[in-house]
């Protein structure tokens, strides 16, 4: 069974890069969102078993857009993605139910790990 990812950020090269690391090592992007509102509307309609999110977006940032997918599926897996100095962020999208973070520009094993535990709670 593969594992269905939805990958969110508003620069479209990050998806991009994301979607090459995720595909090449056996995952499936079931979809990719430019905003926190896209994301949230997307999770409902496919149910992802994983979702990578940017935090800084317009219309909805990462942040709001973890409590609204928890309020839908408390059990939602989420990875944040965040520019280093992004800290105090990180640790409210961990608040939020975020389960796991990596910090850009990242490395391909850093993003595999980050799926791995959290595919494993």
Do not use: H, W
Not at 48 to 64: A, F, N, Q, S
Request: proline share 3%; net charge negative; with cysteine.
């Amino acid at each position: 069974m593969s594992i269905k990812i939805l990958i969110v950020d508003d620069a479209t090269f990050m998806r991009m890069m994301i979607k090459n690391i995720v595909t090449k090592n056996g995952f499936e992007v079931v979809g990719e969102a430019e905003n926190g509102a896209q994301a949230v509307k997307m999770y409902e309609d496919i149910k992802p078993d994983l979702v990578t999110m940017d935090i800084t977006m317009p219309e909805m940032d990462g942040i709001e857009s973890v409590k609204a997918i928890k309020k839908i599926d408390p059990g939602a897996r989420i990875i944040m993605c965040s520019a280093m100095g992004q800290q105090s962020m990180v640790m409210e999208a961990i608040q939020a139910g975020a389960m796991d973070f990596i910090v850009k520009p990242f490395k391909q094993d850093r993003i595999l790990q980050a799926i791995e535990r959290v595919m494993n709670r």
